[in-house]
């Protein structure tokens, strides 16, 4: 989100400077000599703007290139001897205060504002208008100024706030998270323990009974050895589906790719996200191990988890593949907007060391538009030891 409202400010930013500028040109008739020299200047003030959006990481270089503008501005509109003063540089330079408080600090900012008023003041002496004109135009640029200082105050505390809100729900996530995991723990433990009661009490006891019916089976008369035999075999059926139903209870959560997608459906509702699939053939079918699909739930986590973190962004799209029925793979996308350098952290690197367990590996790519997490393991292999 942050991303499209950089982008729709600097397209305002252009749109406003192309018309201002526009009227700018053609306000006053000049020699072609007089034309030239500023069309020149024009081509300079527009080379400035479209090279500012490189350096919003260094406020000290836009406040600089701000200023150069701010020259150009004055001194080709500068009201010289018999040329009278273009209006159209009061909104030049209103302009840029207006980007120099948007883009910069409030100390920053009001450098800036000095320096373009200390110009404007001397464009203004040098003319010939009227004293109040000359008086309302400085009361103008003040007003501005103080506009522009509530401006960035509030916009400051309005930034505090929703760096706070992000803080709090970023925590409410974690919190309710760690609450489901405990639930699960929970019912896991609830699992086993119902799973060691069935195995401890029915299944021994189906045991000791299979074992008398076969004892009594070798004592009993000829004509009643079909009977017991039958009752045995009824036995052992109910032992082996006490068995099967023991070790469903110990199972861990559904493996496959389906376990993996309700778990992230479950975590894209608790984080808000909008998040795009694309499972290619193979995907859905491929063996997975419990252990498996956990771990690939938990590097897709990971990689959503970062999203909410350094990206304003609160969309992804993740590709599962598993190509030759031998390796499974995924891939985490998202747009960004934070064009710092990324460091790896802790949670990445874990989950490198988790994959590579089972024969796979995690890349991570950043480049100039999106955010990047590639991973893959091979399908039956080995494990954690």
């Known amino acids: 989100m942050k991303g499209r409202d950089s982008m729709k400010s600097y397209w305002l930013w252009l749109l406003l400077n192309s018309i201002v500028w526009l009227f700018a040109l053609t306000f006053f008739e000049h020699s072609i000599l007089a034309m030239a020299g500023i069309l020149s200047g024009a081509a300079l003030f527009a080379g400035i703007f479209f090279i500012i959006p490189i350096f919003t990481g260094s406020p000290k270089i836009v406040r600089i290139l701000l200023i150069l503008n701010a020259m150009i501005s004055i001194i080709i509109f500068f009201p010289y001897i018999n040329s009278g003063f273009n209006p159209y540089l009061i909104l030049i330079l209103t302009m840029l205060v207006g980007e120099g408080f948007y883009r910069l600090s409030l100390k920053e900012g009001l450098i800036l504002a000095i320096i373009i008023f200390a110009g404007l003041l001397a464009a203004l002496l040098n003319t010939g208008l009227a004293l109040y004109i000359q008086t309302f135009v400085i009361l103008y640029f003040i007003i501005l100024l103080i506009a522009m200082i509530f401006y960035k105050k509030n916009k400051g505390h309005t930034d505090d706030l929703e760096v706070r809100y992000d803080t709090l729900l970023r925590e409410y996530r974690d919190l309710k998270r760690r609450l489901a ?137 993740i590709e599962f593949d598993a190509p030759g029925r031998s390796i499974f793979r995924f891939e985490v996308n998202n747009p960004i907007s934070d064009h710092r350098t990324y460091q790896e952290g802790f949670g990445l690197t874990s989950m490198r060391n988790r994959l590579e367990k089972f024969g796979g590996n995690l890349e991570v790519y950043k480049t100039a538009e999106q955010f990047t997490v590639r991973g893959f393991l091979k399908i039956g292999y080995g494990g954690l030891e």
């Open 181 to 317: 995991s405990e639930e699960e723990i929970t019912r896991q433990e609830e699992r086993m323990l119902i799973a060691h009661e069935i195995h401890d009490s029915v299944g021994h006891k189906l045991t000791a009974l299979l074992l008398q019916l076969e004892a009594y089976r070798i004592q009993a008369a000829v004509q009643d050895k079909i009977q017991v035999q039958s009752l045995k075999e009824l036995a052992e059926a109910s032992l082996e589906e006490t068995r099967s139903a023991v070790k469903s209870l110990k199972s861990k959560e559904t493996g496959g790719l389906p376990g993996i997608l309700r778990l992230i459906r479950k975590l894209e509702s608790e984080s808000y996200m909008r998040i795009h699939f694309s499972v290619k053939h193979g995907a859905f079918t491929a063996p997975l191990t419990g252990e498996q699909s956990f771990i690939i739930y938990r590097s897709v986590q990971e990689a959503l988890t970062n999203i909410m973190k350094h990206s304003h962004a609160r969309e992804a799209e």
